[in-house]
């Protein structure tokens, strides 16, 4: 499975962008995608997962109501959108796939549940 990540960029506090990932493969490789991010200095966290055959997303609470993650099946492409960015939103953001079933947002944002990943897009905020 390769995940390429594009819609990274600069950006002033409040606003907003989106990022994609476009996924090759398809069928029993994955079901669920998940977004990470890893500023300078610190470890890879999940922020936003969906599960795509439940349709169940999760989300840190560090981003809670202002990220959305969804899922374009014709595309094979998940997107996250973010809104009111913060200059702590500043980080590389990568995107994951991974094949389990979620038994909770511990899980989906765990990097060991995952097994692809994007190279990644840096996204600033200031």
């Known amino acids: 499975v390769q995940l390429v990540e594009s819609g990274g960029g600069s950006v002033r506090t409040g606003g907003s962008l989106r990022l994609s990932c476009a996924a090759s493969?398809?069928?029993?490789?994955?079901?669920?995608m998940g977004w990470f991010r890893q500023a300078p200095g610190e470890e890879r966290k999940g922020v936003a997962s969906?599960?795509?055959?439940?349709?169940?997303?999760y989300y840190s609470d560090a981003v809670q109501d202002r990220f959305t993650i969804s899922w374009d099946n014709a595309k094979n492409t998940v997107y996250l959108r973010m809104s009111n960015l913060k200059p702590e939103d500043t980080a590389m953001y990568y995107c994951a796939a991974g094949w389990f079933v979620p038994r909770g947002a511990d899980q989906a944002l765990a990097l060991s549940s995952y097994n692809y990943w994007g190279q990644g897009t840096q996204v600033t905020v200031s």
């Open positions: 969906k599960y795509l055959t439940g349709g169940h997303t």
């Open positions: 493969a398809i069928g029993d490789t994955y079901n669920c």
